[in-house]
Nanobody
Framework: QVQLVESGGGLVQAGGSLRLSCAAS????????MGWYRQAPGKARELVAR???????NYEDGVKGRFAISRDNAKKTAYLQMNSLKPEDTAVYYC?????????????WGQGTQVTVSS
């Protein structure tokens, strides 16, 4: 059983910062890509940022220069540092990862954490 558990969401004023964490646990042999997605009310879920096992990253255009994704492979944890937050960043943020328990990679989602940015 593999689980992704997010933490770090909350309410913050515009211009503020938050740091999200995503911890993977369970029967894990290897983790490839880890990423953060978000879904605002009435909108489709969208990719915010992702990082592959080697450290390469990519970001949604609207968060470039404000958000930074990182990972600690030893802790099986990914982070999303969010700075200069804007009201339009308000959404439920979901962690996503490609994880192998030894027989191929499967895609997993966390339960989501709410980020609310007030103006």
């Amino acid at each position: 059983q593999v689980q992704l558990v997010e933490s770090g969401g909350g309410l913050v004023q515009a211009g503020g910062s938050l740091r999200l964490s995503c911890a993977a646990s369970g029967n894990i042999f290897s983790i490839n890509t880890m990423g953060w997605y978000r879904q605002a009310p009435g909108k489709a879920r969208e990719l915010v940022a992702r990082i592959i096992s080697g450290g390469s990253t990519n970001y949604e255009d609207g968060v470039k220069g404000r958000f930074a994704i990182s990972r600690d492979n030893a802790k099986k944890t990914a982070y999303l540092q969010m700075n200069s937050l804007k009201p339009e960043d308000t959404a439920v943020y979901y962690c996503n990862a490609d994880i192998s328990s030894g027989r191929g990679y499967f895609n997993y989602w966390g339960q989501g954490t709410q980020v609310t940015v007030s103006s």
